[in-house]
């Protein structure tokens, strides 16, 4: 097939077209500007697949514009709604009366039935990761470091939503760090402005600029162990799947959802509160082996989530719902 993503940000454009890519179809990406009309005429897509809340739908204009091409090119238009369930109602729902795409896919299996109370065809599609960016490499002395994290610290959010899943999460994982001397890296926005959210202010040396998407993977095979915070108890962060994948020894929040994809203690560390954090940061870190032997579960574990697995579903979805005709 050839398939469209309306969407060129490196954070997705790596991940599901290479899945694609990786089937044996012919992709293509591109923005909601003059060469979307252009595009759809060259290309001729047979699918065409928008997501998220990104500078490409991120307003009515844009939506507006979106909604005259991708119904002029009659062809099935997919919305994958990364954003959910936080900004269903602000974002995904009226993203959807505009744009009306044939078939919605939700990061959140609750919120599935949310969409079939408004009669829009929907299934569950998580988050992956693709190995062209995020795979094992060797340790590059620049990163080398005990801990690393790379993520915004979202200093606005927090000020509004103090006590959101995810900064409890996050001062589980740091605040035994500042506490008992271990080394931490953390590369990404706003974090200066989050002093007051720990037990202890962040040390200057430890905060790095924001990292590009195709850099990562090199912080997390450098570090001896990488922090992840979950933003809910019922779904994963895309970064989950991308850590892992590159071959990192993870520790991240004890969640229903990560016990679902993951066995704790084999492919992943897991944590629910700063003493355990602590005590598991002491154990890994003296026993390089058992790291090790972690990091080879973990890419095991998670090379089923990768988005070949993720395209393929997709297409199996969309012929059951009769979307299309043929996965060929």
Known sequence: MRILFVEDHPMWKYGLPNGFRDLGHQVATCTSDDNLPRMIASFRPQLIITMGWTPTNDTVEKQLFLSKHLNAA????IYWATEDPGFMRHF??????RVKPHFVFTIHRASISKYKRRKIPVAHLDFGYH???????AVQPKYKTQLALVANGYAPYYASKPNDFRFHTLKHMINPALSDGFVLNIYGNDWRQLRD?????IPRKWLHPYLSYTEANKVYSSADIVLCPQNSPDR???RTYEIMGSGACLITADTPEIRRRFKPGRDCIVTSSEQETLKWLKYYLKNPKKR???QQHALRAVAKHSYKHRAAYILQILKKHRIIRSIT
């Open 92 to 97: 995904s729902l009226p993203y959807i009366q």
């Open 292 to 294: 090790k032997e972690m």
């Open 197 to 201: 959210m720990f037990k202890r202010p």
């Open 74 to 77: 009659n062809v099935p238009h």
């Open 131 to 137: 190995r062209s960016v995020h795979r094992p490499t």
């Open 236 to 238: 994963l962060t895309q």
